[in-house]
C-alpha cells in the first residue's frame, strides 16, 4: 500500500478551529470595551457632516413649489432645535457644570450620591438582544444568552472592532 503526494494527512476540525480562535485577558478586554464606549462617545457628539453644504438659492426644493418660493424674502427663525443642537454638552461636561453649580450652592452633586455596594452578585446581560446572558464568548468575554445570539455576536462583533 503505497501513499502518493497529493493525499494530506486527516486531522481534527476542532483543533484546527482552536488554534485560529483569538483569546484574550481582562486587561485586553478592559481596554477594548473602553474604546468602544469611547468610539461611541465620539459618535454621539460630533459635528453634522451636511452643515457646511452651500445649496444654492435658485435651485428648487423637492418639497417646494413655485408658489412658495416667492414669498421667501422674510428672515428664517430659529427653532428651539436649532439651540440646542448648538449648546449641545456631553456627559461629562453635564457632570463637571453639576460639580461646580453643587459647590456654590453647597448642595450634593451628581458624583457625591451613591449607594452602598450590593451585596448580590451583578447581573450579566446579553450584548445582542439585551436579555440574561447566562454565556460568555472565550475569545472577548462578551455575554450572550443563546446559540442564535452567539452566531450574531461572532459575525458582526468579536474581536472585530477596536482591537
Known amino acids: 500500500m503505497t501513499i502518493s503526494k ?3 494527512q486527516r486531522g481534527s476540525s476542532r483543533l484546527k478551529e482552536h488554534d485560529k480562535r483569538r483569546v484574550i485577558d481582562e486587561t485586553q478586554r478592559k481596554r ?3 474604546k468602544v464606549m469611547e468610539m461611541l462617545e465620539s459618535d454621539n457628539y460630533h459635528d453634522d457632516p451636511h452643515a457646511d453644504l452651500v445649496m444654492s438659492k435658485k435651485v428648487p426644493k423637492f418639497e417646494d413649489n ?13 427653532t428651539v432645535d436649532y439651540y440646542q443642537f448648538k449648546y449641545r ?20 452633586s451628581y458624583m457625591d450620591i451613591q449607594c452602598e455596594e450590593s451585596q448580590l452578585p451583578p447581573r450579566h446581560f446579553c450584548a445582542v438582544c439585551g436579555f ?7 475569545s472577548c468575554g462578551t455575554r450572550y444568552c443563546s446559540i ?16
Open 6 to 8: 497529493g493525499t494530506q
Open 32 to 34: 477594548r470595551q473602553r
Open 66 to 78: 413655485l408658489e412658495q418660493r416667492s414669498g421667501r424674502n422674510k428672515k428664517r427663525e430659529r
Open 89 to 108: 454638552k456631553n456627559f461629562q461636561q453635564l457632570v463637571d457644570e453639576d460639580q461646580s453649580e453643587s459647590e456654590s450652592k453647597r448642595r450634593p
Open 132 to 138: 440574561l446572558g447566562h454565556y460568555s464568548c472565550l
Open 148 to 163: 442564535r445570539c452567539m452566531e450574531t455576536h461572532m459575525d458582526t462583533r468579536c474581536l472585530k472592532w477596536a482591537g
